[in-house]
């Protein structure tokens, strides 16, 4: 059974940067897309980022284009979240999710197409 746990969160000053990451147990994550969501107090979930199982295929959503990163880090099992110019906008708890795609180069940015989740991160922007 895949496990996720995400790392990285905290606080932040407006426009500084985190790195989350997303350790998986159980399985390798060689053969599952990666989506990362977030969901702030009073709002519905909203992908952000997520990459294919072999990870040549990225997508992101308007709101984090251009600021955010997904990644792969294969050899430690992890994917990771880059975060620069964090805005006022961007405080949540952030999870990674999984989906088995047995390595291929689809991705998604809906939740309901994951099964797999982690416990959630908490990220804050203040000054």
């Known amino acids: 059974q895949l496990q996720l746990v995400e790392s990285g969160g905290g606080l932040v000053q407006p426009g500084g940067s985190l790195r989350l990451s997303c350790a998986a147990s159980g399985s390798t994550l060689d053969y599952y897309a990666i989506g990362w969501f977030r969901q702030a107090p009073g709002k519905e979930r909203e992908g952000g980022s997520c990459?294919?199982?072999?990870?040549?295929?990225?997508n992101d959503a308007d709101s984090v284009k251009g600021r955010f990163t997904v990644s792969r880090g294969n050899a430690e099992n992890t994917v990771h979240l880059q975060m620069n110019s964090l805005k006022p906008e961007d405080p949540a708890v952030y999870y990674c999710?999984?989906?088995?795609?047995?390595?291929?180069?689809?991705?998604?940015?809906?939740?309901?197409?994951?099964?797999?989740w982690g416990q959630g991160t908490q990220v804050t922007v203040s000054s």
């Open positions: 999710a999984a989906v088995l795609t047995y390595g291929s180069g689809r991705y998604f940015l809906t939740s309901h197409e994951y099964n797999y």
């Open positions: 990459i294919s199982a072999n990870g040549l295929s990225t």
